[in-house]
């Protein structure tokens, strides 16, 4: 495995493992590397310098991030929406297309409302002009 520093055209930085270099270069040439921040696929490979602690820190364990809290003001931004989506709307799960539509042709009351579609009752919603939006987000999910 091999971890490179890249850059997107619109100026992104971030980071991606990959399992060769053949394979980074297999994967840019296809197209399939793109920005996380932007979806640019204009990707290069930025300078890198390898990891190395100070002699008197041999022995330590490089201090790793917390995965659980944000690391960036994006990350921050998008657990704030979270946070309100979920304290203002109700979960609906995969009722979600059929709630919406029970709303918008007012069959129930209006509230607010969040949950999953399929992509083909999601573009059905749209077309019918039920106001829905995608969610930068993943629901909850109940695990073992």
Known sequence: MI?????????HGFDSWFQSAAAYDSLL???????????????EK????????????????????????PQS??????????????????YVGLNFAAEARRMHDGDIDQRAIY???????ARALIEDGVPVAPLPFMPPRKVN
Request: charged residues 30%; negative net charge.
């Open 3 to 11: 971890q490179y520093s890249l850059r997107c055209g619109n100026a």
């Open 29 to 43: 040439s296809a197209g399939q590397i793109g920005c996380p921040v932007c979806g640019d696929a204009s990707v």
């Open 115 to 121: 949950g999953e579609a399929k992509p083909d009752e």
């Open 73 to 90: 003001e994006l990350e921050v931004a998008m657990a704030e929406l979270r946070r309100r989506v979920e304290e203002n709307s109700e």
């Open 46 to 69: 930025t300078l890198m310098a390898p990891a190395v602690r100070p002699a008197g820190k041999a022995g330590e364990p490089a201090a790793k991030p917390k995965l659980s809290e």
